[in-house]
């Protein structure tokens, strides 16, 4: 029989990386000599590729500036990182549900934009890399929306669409889990708007994280 599969995002769902993401993008902006773009924009298009959110932000820039302005990102990004600057916290109530859907015999994974080397680095340092399962970023398959990062999740975790369910909290989260063909959890707490979510096709909204569990247990088969 299938597993069954809990697939998170990670940025604006599992932690509150807006802080981090702000002063790395205000640096990479800086780094070319241009102002950063308002800290709302900057929002809207975390879950995205880098590069392609870079884009979305400078849309008359060519894609070399693109590329520079987010090798700068990355490099601020990091430097911030082993600096203790703008820590990444783990939204409340996150180890206990996690601890609830492996108890309900879920196994679980991440779909992120971000890249391999930033989700293990947050990973590591919340101590949670051993919780999951399968591991997928957008430096190393199509980001979303496109339905990749959860096909591979999938495969690795040995799940099928009756039995995976995306958590996330944007539309990106949300589009990504419909071109797959499984249902998607919006959190309300994220980048995106609740009622954005649930216009994208979203089939739970949750508002803490004790309500995660029973959303994603409740639109799966029952063990065995």
């Given at each position: 029989?299938?597993?069954?599969?809990?697939?998170?995002?990670?940025?604006?769902?599992?932690?509150?990386?807006?802080?981090?993401?702000?002063?790395?993008?205000?640096?990479?902006?800086?780094?070319?000599?241009?102002?950063a773009?308002?800290?709302?924009?900057?929002?809207?298009?975390?879950?995205?590729?880098?590069?392609?959110?870079?884009?979305?932000?400078?849309?008359?820039?060519?894609?070399?500036?693109?590329?520079?302005?987010?090798?700068?990102?990355?490099?601020?990004?990091?430097?911030?990182?082993?600096?203790?600057?703008?820590?990444?916290?783990?939204?409340?109530g996150v180890?206990?549900a996690?601890?609830?859907?492996e108890?309900?015999?879920?196994?679980?994974?991440?779909?992120?934009?971000?890249?391999?080397r930033g989700?293990?680095?947050?990973?590591?340092?919340h101590?949670?890399l051993?919780?999951?399962?399968?591991?997928?970023t957008?430096?190393?398959?199509?980001?979303?929306?496109?339905?990749?990062?959860?096909?591979?999740?999938?495969?690795?975790?040995?799940?099928d669409?009756?039995?995976?369910?995306?958590?996330?909290?944007?539309?990106?989260?949300?589009?990504?889990?419909?071109?797959?063909g499984?249902p998607c959890?919006?959190?309300?707490?994220g980048?995106?708007?609740?009622?954005?979510l649930?216009?994208?096709?979203?089939?739970?909204?949750?508002?803490?994280?004790?309500?995660?569990?029973a959303?994603v247990?409740?639109?799966?088969?029952a063990?065995?």
């Amino acid at each position: 029989m299938p597993t069954r599969l809990a697939l998170f995002d990670c940025d604006g769902t599992l932690v509150d990386s807006q802080h981090a993401i702000l002063a790395a993008m205000d640096a990479g902006f800086a780094a070319v000599g241009l102002s950063a773009p308002p800290a709302n924009a900057v929002r809207r298009v975390v879950g995205l590729p880098l590069v392609e959110g870079v884009a979305r932000l400078l849309p008359q820039g060519e894609p070399r500036l693109h590329g520079e302005i987010a090798e700068a990102y990355k490099a601020a990004f990091h430097d911030n990182r082993l600096k203790g600057r703008h820590p990444e916290p783990l939204y409340p109530g996150v180890r206990a549900a996690l601890d609830a859907l492996e108890a309900g015999g879920l196994l679980l994974g991440i779909a992120t934009g971000k890249s391999r080397r930033g989700l293990l680095a947050t990973l590591q340092h919340h101590g949670l890399l051993e919780r999951f399962v399968t591991l997928q970023t957008s430096d190393l398959l199509p980001g979303k929306p496109h339905p990749d990062m959860v096909h591979h999740a999938m495969a690795e975790a040995g799940s099928d669409r009756a039995g995976t369910v995306v958590i996330g909290d944007t539309t990106f989260d949300v589009l990504m889990a419909r071109n797959a063909g499984v249902p998607c959890v919006g959190v309300s707490w994220g980048y995106h708007a609740p009622d954005e979510l649930m216009a994208s096709g979203a089939v739970r909204l949750v508002d803490a994280f004790g309500e995660v569990p029973a959303a994603v247990l409740g639109l799966m088969p029952a063990a065995g």
